[in-house]
């Protein structure tokens, strides 16, 4: 008798839940957990590495003179002279293919849809290693280097690096202090 009740109960729970409308979330709605982000510098490119995998190519560009340490692409092709256009033209390059190699300095511009930012902070190096996660774009990652730890001088380079607002930055950005 007592397993016929729950029976129905779960039962009855099953079809309410299934019967109920949903609203479908516009394209705006789900813009909401994302900021936009432009970066510009110039900087050297110091090192590059590529992995093919099966169905993409994944690209991370280290970079010298610039706070812009590393950018990580990952690129829907397996073709690396099209994953290697594809990158140019993101960067700003004007199909100059030329530019992405070892030893060259390169003008970046470039915008991203920022998913999160954890900024560490290394007391005792005195520097802050900051990773900006992306979404919707072949740019995966973005790692920057500051030679200095304090949050609101963080913010404002964040700020004034990134384009964006104040709130934005206090809203995506994450604090881990090592040290």
């Not at 936009?36 to 110039?42: E, I, P, V, Y």
């Not at 397996?78 to 990158?87: D, H, M, N, P, R």
């Not at 954890?118 to 005195?126: L, P, S, Y």
């Not at 520097?127 to 949050?151: A, G, M």
């Amino acid at each position: 008798m007592l397993l016929l009740y729950l029976i129905t109960a779960v039962s009855a729970v099953t079809n309410q839940l299934l019967t109920r409308s949903y609203s479908k979330i516009s394209n705006s709605q789900a813009d909401t957990h994302t900021v936009k982000a432009r970066f510009t510098g110039n900087m050297l490119i110091s090192a590059i590495d590529i992995k093919k995998e099966s169905d993409y190519v994944n690209l991370e560009l280290t970079t010298a003179n610039s706070i812009l340490k590393k950018l990580k692409f990952e690129v829907p092709t397996t073709e690396l002279t099209v994953a290697t256009g594809i990158i140019i033209q993101e960067l700003g390059q004007a199909n100059k293919i030329e530019n992405l190699q070892s030893g060259k300095q390169i003008q970046v511009r470039s915008a991203v849809k920022v998913l999160g930012i954890i900024a560490t902070i290394q007391k005792e190096k005195g520097v802050t290693k900051v990773d900006i996660n992306t979404s919707n774009s072949i740019i995966k990652q973005l790692e920057f280097e500051f030679l200095f730890t304090d949050v609101s001088k963080i913010k404002a380079t964040l700020v004034q690096e990134l384009g964006m607002s104040n709130e934005d930055v206090s809203k995506f950005v994450s604090y881990r202090v090592k040290n």
